[in-house]
């Protein structure tokens, strides 16, 4: 990234002070030797006497990105953005890097750190609506539901082809307690997009909460999510959820069955160890539940 920057500012025709374009042509020399240090320090001083000039934030950008330092990419991108706000492929590098960033911080359920991210890439891109998908899930992750409701309802007014605005949507307005409007967010859903089987899970999951204020039957919600599980056997809520509810009827060996499935896809919350727990503690294996025990609190405690 630095070189294909700084190439466009030796074409430039913008008078700079002499020395910045020393630092920047040494900036250059030593980032093709791979002295990024040395480079990132020539670009950082280039950009002190010459702050106007955005191809030396964006260089400087570059360089951290090769440092592994997105964070501090993401500051320097946004600094040229804001002196040249109309140059479309640095506010493309800019909206790429922070919706990768905000995959990476969520994949490592850093849902805190991800929401000022997720906040000013909207604003920044107030017409993406993979923004707005991003804010819409640190919301909800953040359990500011109401507010999340609103990001992927613009997500997918965005888009409307996008099945994970609407499932977005529709989780979203559950937690808010939205529940009609979570339900009639579903059954839409299911009609545009009857092969998502994201669709059916997180439909099964408000089925089993609806089912528990006696506005829908527990067959409804097993049957949705069986559904959900033969279109993808991989999806590790409909697993949990599938677990919980035999556990509640005393169907231990299914439960360890469907909790042992939501384990190996990836589930790796309290409440699914604490689940574990209470169906190995049932089967007599009190070795086993007592190490899930532990490892709910363990959660318990990351999660707050």
Known sequence: MIHSALILFFLSQGAEPPEAMTLARRAYDAARGGRLEAAAKDLQEASRLAPKNPLYRSALGGIYLKQNKPEEAIAEFRRAVALDAGN???????????LDYGAVLAKAGRFRSGLPLARETAALFPSSA???????????RNQQNVRAVAAYRKALELDAESADASVGLGIAQSSAGMLKESQATFEAGLKKFPQD?????????????????GAATQ???????REALRMDPRL??????LGSLALDHEDVDEALAELSAAL????????????????????GRAQEAEKHLQLFRQRKEAEH
């Open 88 to 98: 479309s492929a640095l506010r493309a590098n800019l909206e790429k890097l922070s």
């Open 130 to 140: 993979p923004a707005h998908l991003m804010l819409g899930l640190f919301e909800t």
């Open 197 to 213: 089987a994201m669709h059916r899970q997180a439909y099964g999951v408000l089925l089993v909460k609806l089912a528990e204020a």
């Open 219 to 225: 067959d409804q919600a097993v049957n949705m999510l």
């Open 236 to 241: 590790a809520e409909a697993h949990y959820q």
């Open 264 to 283: 190996g896809n990836g589930l790796d919350d309290s409440r699914l160890h604490y689940a574990l727990a209470r169906a190995l503690r049932r089967k």
